[in-house]
Nanobody
């Protein structure tokens, strides 16, 4: 089970840190990802991280603003989001992969088989 938290309302340029609490599996054996879905749009990959945390991938548009990290001992995965923009408004989802490494495909939905319920992020201008 995956439970996201940390969403909310922030102003343009603000920051948020999302957390994903994981239950019922050994986190250190799985790559993890963050996705988001805005109204009327497809769910898109935001960031992914390998089992050890040594490898991460983000889309070019989010490099420098978003950072994914994990604490396997605490069964948590994080998404730090800085310099937020109104277009970052979406529901953000945590996802668990059956794979351990952060491969080229890890920003695609098919790389994952379990999803959380999401946390809403709203960025006002």
């Amino acid at each position: 089970r995956l439970v996201e938290s940390g969403g909310g309302l922030v102003h343009l340029g603000g920051s948020l840190r999302l957390s994903c609490a994981t239950f019922g599996f050994t986190l250190e054996e799985h790559a993890m990802g963050w996705f988001r879905q805005a109204p009327g749009k497809e769910r898109e990959g935001v960031a992914c991280i390998s089992d050890s945390g040594l490898s991460t991938r983000l889309p070019n548009s989010m490099e420098g603003r978003f950072t994914i990290s994990r604490d396997n001992a605490k069964n948590l995965v994080y998404l730090q989001m800085n310099n937020l923009k109104p277009e970052d408004t979406a529901i953000y989802y945590c996802a668990q992969s059956p794979f351990a490494t952060a491969q080229n495909l890890c920003l695609q939905r098919d790389f994952y088989d379990y999803w959380g319920q999401g946390t809403q992020v709203n960025v006002s201008s």
